[in-house]
């Protein structure tokens, strides 16, 4: 199995930015499809990103295209987000998801991290 651990999570002000990282123990994650997703007080968990395995392939939901970008360094067992632009309404908590199959904005991910913070102010 594969363990999930996301960090950079914080507070920033609007048009602001962040990087997420999710490092990944247990198994290299050059095995797995790796993606992002986000849930905000009160709403269902979101899709935000996905990269395949060989980095052929990444996605994005449509309220992050052109602001955020997904990214994986297989040397380093991680995988990051980087968010610029930030919004208020990006506030939530992010969490990085593994599988070993190519499910892109799919929810069922094997493997999940426990989550970090993100809170942007107006």
């Known amino acids: 199995q594969v363990q999930l651990l996301e960090s950079g999570g914080g507070l920033v002000q609007a048009g602001g930015s962040l990087r997420l990282s999710c490092a990944a123990s247990g198994r290299t994650i050059s095995s797995y499809n790796m993606g992002w997703f986000r849930q905000a007080p009160g709403k269902e968990r979101e899709f935000v990103a996905a990269i395949s395995r060989s980095d052929v392939t990444r996605n994005y939901a449509d309220s992050v295209k052109g602001r955020f970008t997904i990214s994986r360094d297989n040397a380093k067992n991680t995988v990051y987000l980087q968010m610029n632009s930030l919004k208020p309404e990006d506030t939530a908590v992010y969490y990085c998801?593994?599988?070993?199959?190519?499910?892109?904005?799919?929810?069922?991910?094997?493997?999940w991290g426990q989550g970090t913070q993100v809170t942007v102010s107006s």
């Open positions: 998801a593994a599988d070993t199959i190519w499910i892109g904005a799919s929810q069922d991910y094997d493997y």
